[in-house]
């Protein structure tokens, strides 16, 4: 199995009302349950925007400093996530198939380039 990323970035969501929201809410929930049933579903969160943000933190003189703001300029801020452990690239396509159509926005697809660090793994291995 393969672990992917399956990620969209909060300027890809046009505005919506609350209700409209939790429409959208509902309809992932449904892909996600699935997820859970077929034990695919490693992680996922959604909601962050560029108002989520805690601070920034970059070395100086190999010390962690913080930043309360200005954040780092960029254009785009991470809207949501969830991460799979699939058998392909094929399979991880499905997933976010699903939740692009699901969500009405569009999603990105990473391939991890081996196993991650996490109670499902043991000593680094499915």
């Known amino acids: ?3 992917y990323l399956i990620t969209f970035n ?3 969501v046009p505005e919506h009302t609350a209700e409209q929201i939790g429409e959208k809410s509902r309809a ?3 892909v996600l349950r699935e997820m859970l ?3 695919v ?3 996922t969160n959604g909601g962050l925007d560029r108002s989520t943000a805690v601070c920034s933190v970059e ?3 190999g010390r962690p400093v913080f930043t309360d703001g200005p954040f780092v300029e960029t254009k785009e801020h991470l809207g949501g996530f969830c991460v799979v452990d699939v058998a ?3 399979a991880a396509r499905y997933w976010a198939g699903r939740l692009a159509t699901a ?3 569009p999603q990105e697809v990473h391939r991890f380039r081996g196993p991650g660090q996490s109670p499902r793994h043991d000593a680094g291995e499915k």
């Open 103 to 105: 969500l009405d926005w």
């Open 10 to 12: 909060d300027e890809w």
């Open 41 to 43: 579903l490693i992680f």
């Open 59 to 61: 070395s100086v003189d």
């Open 1 to 3: 199995m393969t672990e």
């Open 37 to 39: 049933a077929q034990d």
């Open 88 to 90: 392909d690239d094929e």
């Open 28 to 30: 992932a929930h449904v």
